[in-house]
């Protein structure tokens, strides 16, 4: 992930999101601080709320006890699932063990040298 200082809030959130492997997972708390932003979970959630591009993997992101945000049941949530088990992500009762997902290292997938 390539980030300058000239990058917004909303920009540096977005390439954390993108910087999540396939078949990998990030709480939005998470999300927030590798783009710099620590205690900004909230902001990671509205810029998520608010993408238009079809291609960012926000399926990936996921609250900081494992749960889809979205209602259980809703277009959202069952499209949510449907992505991350189609990545190979075990989603139970709407919910992802983050420990079991944690399986990178998102440090060196964000700041290591490319």
Same mark, same amino acid.
């Given at each position: 992930?390539?980030?300058?200082?000239?990058?917004?809030?909303?920009?540096?959130?977005?390439?954390?999101?993108?910087?999540?492997?396939?078949?990998?997972?990030? &709480?939005? $708390?998470?999300? !927030?601080?590798? +783009? #710099?932003?620590? *205690?900004?979970?909230?902001? =990671?959630?509205?810029?998520? @709320?608010?993408?238009?591009?079809?291609?960012?993997?926000?399926?990936?992101?996921?609250? &900081?006890? $494992?749960?889809? !945000?979205?209602? +259980? #049941?809703?277009? *959202?949530?069952?499209?949510? =699932?449907?992505?991350?088990? @189609?990545?190979?992500?075990?989603?139970?009762?709407?919910?992802?063990?983050?420990?079991? &997902?944690? $399986?990178?290292?998102?440090?060196?997938?964000?700041?290591?040298?490319?």
């Amino acid at each position: 992930m390539d980030l300058t200082a000239g990058d917004s809030p909303e920009q540096r959130i977005l390439a954390a999101v993108r910087a999540i492997p396939r078949g990998q997972v990030a &709480a939005y $708390g998470e999300v !927030a601080r590798r +783009a #710099g932003l620590p *205690g900004r979970a909230r902001l =990671a959630a509205k810029v998520l @709320a608010g993408n238009t591009d079809p291609a960012l993997p926000w399926h990936r992101v996921l609250r &900081a006890d $494992g749960r889809i !945000a979205f209602p +259980a #049941g809703s277009k *959202g949530h069952r499209e949510q =699932a449907r992505r991350l088990t @189609a990545e190979g992500v075990k989603v139970d009762k709407g919910r992802v063990r983050l420990a079991a &997902a944690a $399986g990178f290292d998102m440090d060196a997938e964000v700041w290591a040298p490319r």
